[in-house]
């Protein structure tokens, strides 16, 4: 970080909130130091601040404060022609007197925007900040949860980055909290994350899957309402929750199949609580072997469809999945369901 920050502007890009976040802690602490208190801080989006307004908020003075930290988010939606040439013009002739910060999860700034802005601000104040890679998120967490003076086994770590968003702003606050649930030095396992789950949340992924196995679909429905109108989840996070847990029923039907005793099959899959193998057992009771395998397959679409999809239109798509899952087995929508294919007419769920 350069030695004079003030006066100065600051391009922060890309998805990873934690170390963005810690950037722009480092950033205050320089400004506090410079000016010998802490700026002032205003947080600006296009959508409620007009750029044209937010450069008057850098230009103009202010007599009780030393310093002006000025963060506008969003900065990959601005494009309009205006907007450009006001950030462009502030830019060159920036206001000794404050800062001022683009922030984007996006890796990039429009590019009228970004071409011409890379010529005014320093290689060192335009950082972009990526995700880990798939093969080091692990690795950090071990060593993240290792500074607490706290053990975590490898299977438990993979539990925790299924649920948790990937960036390590959201992984170090649930590993925070894990490690003040479970007290200092504690060696985490998988029923420990579980069971810090149950505590933390009223209605979670692991309820949800309880619901699932006894395939009621109204019971379903309603503890997936209650997730949704939380908001402790996101779609995708509830997605992975589910495909670890079918991934685990999946092994313990094969197990069965190969003449493993439950007991023994429950030890090698690591699930040991009294209450979670009674959701095992009955999901390998309500479930095939061949329902299991749609499922999972099922499951990696929904994944996708999350992930592309606005928004919007994933109330609709959740409700949809829980219902091809408890209803359908894993049977894609649109396919024809062994039932329709009965001349029995009394067919129905599976038994209970």
Same mark, same amino acid.
């Given at each position: 970080m350069s030695k004079k920050p003030a006066g100065a502007v600051f391009v922060l890009l890309g998805p990873e909130h934690g170390e963005k976040?810690?950037?722009?802690?480092?950033?205050?602490?320089?400004?506090?130091?410079?000016?010998?208190?802490?700026?002032?801080?205003?947080?600006?989006?296009?959508?409620?601040?007009?750029?044209?307004?937010?450069?008057?908020?850098?230009? /103009? *003075?202010?007599?009780?404060?030393?310093?002006?930290?000025?963060?506008?988010?969003?900065?990959? =939606?601005?494009? *309009?022609?205006?907007?450009?040439?006001?950030?462009?013009?502030?830019?060159?002739?920036?206001?000794?007197?404050?800062?001022?910060?683009?922030?984007?999860?996006?890796?990039?700034?429009?590019?009228?925007?970004? /071409?011409?802005?890379?010529?005014?601000?320093?290689?060192?104040?335009?950082k972009v900040f990526w995700e880990m890679f798939e093969n080091q998120k692990k690795g950090w967490l071990v060593g993240y949860f290792r500074k607490q003076g706290v053990q975590i086994t490898g299977e438990a770590a993979e539990l925790i980055l299924e649920l948790v968003e990937n960036n390590t702003e959201d992984l170090k606050l649930e590993a925070d909290r894990l490690c003040l649930?479970? *007290?200092?030095?504690?060696?985490?396992?998988?029923?420990?994350?579980?069971?810090?789950?149950?505590?933390?949340?009223?209605?979670?992924?692991?309820?949800?899957?309880?619901?699932?196995?006894?395939?009621?679909?109204? *019971? =379903?429905?309603e503890v997936l309402q209650k997730i949704t109108l939380s908001g402790v989840s996101e779609p995708v996070q509830l997605v992975a929750g589910l495909l670890w847990q079918f991934r685990n029923l999946y092994t313990l039907k094969l197990l069965e199949e190969a003449r493993f005793g439950r007991a023994e099959a429950f030890s090698r899959l690591n699930i040991r609580s009294k209450r979670n193998q009674r959701t095992y057992a009955l999901a390998a009771e309500q479930f095939s072997r061949g329902?299991?395998?749609q499922i999972l397959e099922r499951l990696v679409e929904y994944d996708t469809l999350f992930r592309s999809l606005r928004p919007a239109m994933h109330r609709g798509l959740e409700q949809q999945l829980i219902y091809v899952l408890v209803v359908r087995g894993g049977l894609a929508v649109g396919s024809p369901h062994p039932e329709a294919l009965s001349p029995d007419p009394a067919a129905t769920l599976p038994a209970r």
């Open positions: 976040k810690e950037y722009l802690e480092k950033l205050k602490a320089h400004l506090k130091k410079q000016h010998g208190s802490a700026p002032d801080l205003y947080r600006c989006y296009p959508a409620d601040s007009s750029v044209e307004e937010v450069v008057r908020l850098l230009r /103009t *003075g202010d007599l009780f404060a030393s310093h002006r930290l000025v963060l506008l988010y969003d900065a990959e =939606s601005v494009k *309009g022609r205006n907007e450009v040439a006001a950030l462009l013009e502030y830019a060159e002739h920036p206001n000794t007197d404050a800062t001022l910060v683009l922030i984007s999860d996006a890796p990039r700034l429009d590019s009228k925007l970004e /071409t011409k802005l890379k010529k005014q601000v320093p290689s060192e104040r335009w649930f479970l *007290g200092p030095d504690a060696a985490i396992g998988v029923e420990d994350v579980e069971r810090f789950v149950y505590h933390s949340k009223e209605e979670n992924v692991f309820t949800l899957f309880a619901a699932i196995a006894e395939r009621t679909l109204s *019971g =379903s429905l329902e299991i395998e």
